[in-house]
């Protein structure tokens, strides 16, 4: 498997784990009130998924320039 192959495989596998991570995150957000105390626990996971993914975007157009 290429460099470029392997990138967009994790990058598959990282966009459903922020899919998923922004549907724990509307889930909760309809559920307020109860649950508030998890809000930051649970933006936090959401923000990390989003920032590997972009930085797994980011190298894969280096990868490919």
């Given at each position: ?39 930051g626990t649970v933006a936090a996971e ?15 157009k280096k990868t490919e320039a």
């Open positions: 498997m290429s460099e470029v192959e392997a990138l967009k495989a994790e990058i598959k596998k990282l966009s459903a784990q922020a899919l998923k991570a922004k549907m724990d995150l509307h889930d909760l957000s309809e559920e307020l009130p109860l649950g508030w105390q998890t809000i959401a923000e990390a998924a989003y920032r590997k993914l972009e930085e797994a975007r980011e190298r894969l």
